[in-house]
């Protein structure tokens, strides 16, 4: 017969067990050193991550590379090592509301998390950038262009969200109807949404959906999906589509051609997400408003490409930037 003494240091060894796995699983590594910059936004002081990865034998120049919604850093590993060995100098945010860095309860807009990065490479002491901005890292990625045009030397946009407004055919639904939804999220919620990012579904993928649940074992996880619900708004009341025309900087589109995103899919009917989300058609649209643009169509490829198709992003990327 086993003792009560027994039992419960049984139980409270399986409590730490349990325990230490959440914070292991919460706790995935970085593929580099985080860093962070201070800043005062709205009255607070908020901490932003970032990763520095420096080349063995810099070309100098300097690639900055903006995530999306759904991710946060640690998805741009590859790229990144990638770029480190062709010689450039690579600048990994994590945007403020995202990741590693603090989610803050403050208004947020494309212009502020633009001039976060702004100080960041001031504080880096960086004076001219190469901008990589992939899903919703490219409506960013456009507003900081435009804000910094001479900030920009180049400018790469991969499956960027907003190439379509999409007030115009989203139904409006409140922040605190979209914050009960992010409090609702689970690991198999987050997979399923992933999985619509890519044509067909592969184990290594299962990754991402690793990086975006951490946050579900985090004691602050309210604060994350507050930042998630109030995002959306971001998106929605924000759009960039306007103001492609006014890119003056050499542009590149990488565009997925199996790409069917659309921000707020779940509150159309399926004739309606039949009308929307077509990247190819977007892509084309887009390429004739960014006068000094290329487009590079990928067949049979979804929403993130370099994690899809690895070489192939590399490529279109490496042919762009070596050209003046």
Known sequence: MVSMKSTYKLIRLMLVLQCLSCKLFAQQDYPFPVRYISFVTENQSIRMAYMSVV??????????LFHGKNFNGYYWKDVAYFLKDKGYNVVIPDQVGWGKSDKPNIHYSFSLLAENNKKLLDTLGIKSVI???????????????????NLVTKLILEDPIG???????????????????????SYDSYKKYMQ???????????????????????????????????????????PVCYEFENIRVKTLLIIGKADRTIVGKNKLSKAEQAMHGLYPQLGEKTHKLIR??????????????????PSLFEDCVNTFLIHP
């Open 55 to 64: 080349p063995d034998h810099p070309n100098g120049e300097t690639v900055i």
């Open 196 to 238: 619509s990012y890519f044509p067909v579904w592969k184990p290594e993928y299962e990754e991402l959906v690793k990086q975006q649940a951490a946050a579900l074992n985090d004691p602050n996880f309210k604060m994350t999906a507050w930042a998630n619900a109030v995002t959306y708004d971001m998106i929605y009341e924000q």
């Open 292 to 309: 000094n643009s290329e487009l590079k169509m990928l067949e049979g490829v979804g929403h993130i490409p370099h994690i899809q198709e």
């Open 131 to 149: 901008v990589i901005g992939h899903s919703m890292g490219g409506m960013l990625a456009t507003r900081f262009t435009l804000m910094y045009p």
């Open 163 to 185: 190439l379509e407004d999409y007030k115009t055919f989203i139904p409006y639904s409140s922040i605190d109807k979209e914050y009960q939804s992010e409090l609702s999220a």
